[in-house]
């Protein structure tokens, strides 16, 4: 469901940061914020509005509902898009 797409996508994201962290002091701060906002209409019927995955300040990724699906911001982000774009499921529920 919705949690294990994001436990995915937040485990994807600490291999990255490993990978690229190789022979880098690490800050010791690490910042990792899903968003979402939901929209009333008619003050009865909810649609979810815009969808952003954030690492560190830096926006990897959002979901589009005017094409209906992820798209990246970032290379690990397209990567990441790519991932929940192919989750049938998780993609409808977005939608």
């Known amino acids: 469901g919705a949690y294990g797409a994001a436990g995915a996508v937040l485990v994807a994201l600490m291999v990255l940061g490993a990978s690229l962290a190789v022979g880098t002091e690490l800050s010791g701060v690490l910042l990792f914020r899903i968003k979402h906002e939901c929209h009333f209409i008619n003050n009865t019927d909810w649609q979810l ?11 990897l990724l959002h979901f589009n509902s005017d094409v209906g699906h992820f798209v990246g911001n970032t290379c690990s982000g397209e990567i990441q898009g790519r991932h929940l774009n192919s989750k049938r499921e998780w993609l409808e529920y977005q939608q």
């Open 49 to 59: 509005g815009p969808y952003w995955l954030i690492h560190n300040r830096e926006q």
